[in-house]
């Protein structure tokens, strides 16, 4: 079992950056595969960003590519997203997922834990 609580949302203008948190609780964090997810009102929610247990490996949607970063840091059982170059395109609630299978996947359903959201407002 893995609880996850998301923080660093906020308002940013076109421009500016954000490093989102994600703190999880349970003994499988770090044998997880990671996900950041976003959902923008009256859209699907849509894969941002993955990163494997061991960080070896990460992989990113296109449009977030060169300007979005996802890490972890398993002694502190978190993973971040570091948002820069943010534009008005990006607003969404975001939200921090784990998996408990191996491998990248970009569908929401192959992810088995999920937080409850961080807002993250872009203003032009």
């Known amino acids: 079992q893995v609880q996850l609580v998301e923080s660093g949302g906020g308002l940013v203008q076109a421009g500016g950056s954000l490093r989102l948190s994600c703190a999880a609780s349970?003994?499988?964090?770090?044998?997880?595969?990671m996900g950041w997810f976003r959902q923008a009102p009256g859209k699907e929610r849509e894969f941002v960003a993955g990163?494997?247990?061991?960080?070896?490996?990460?992989y990113y949607a296109d449009s977030v590519k060169g300007r979005f970063t996802i890490s972890r840091d398993n002694a502190q059982n978190t993973v971040y997203l570091q948002m820069n170059s943010l534009k008005p395109e990006n607003t969404a609630v975001y939200y921090c997922?784990?998996?408990?299978?191996?491998?990248?996947?970009?569908?929401?359903?192959?992810?088995?834990?999920w937080g409850q959201g961080t807002q993250v407002t872009v203003s032009s």
């Open positions: 997922a784990a998996r408990r299978a191996l491998g990248t996947t970009t569908y929401t359903s192959s992810y088995n834990y």
């Open positions: 349970g003994r499988t964090f770090s044998s997880s595969y």
């Open positions: 990163i494997s247990w061991n960080s070896g490996s990460t």
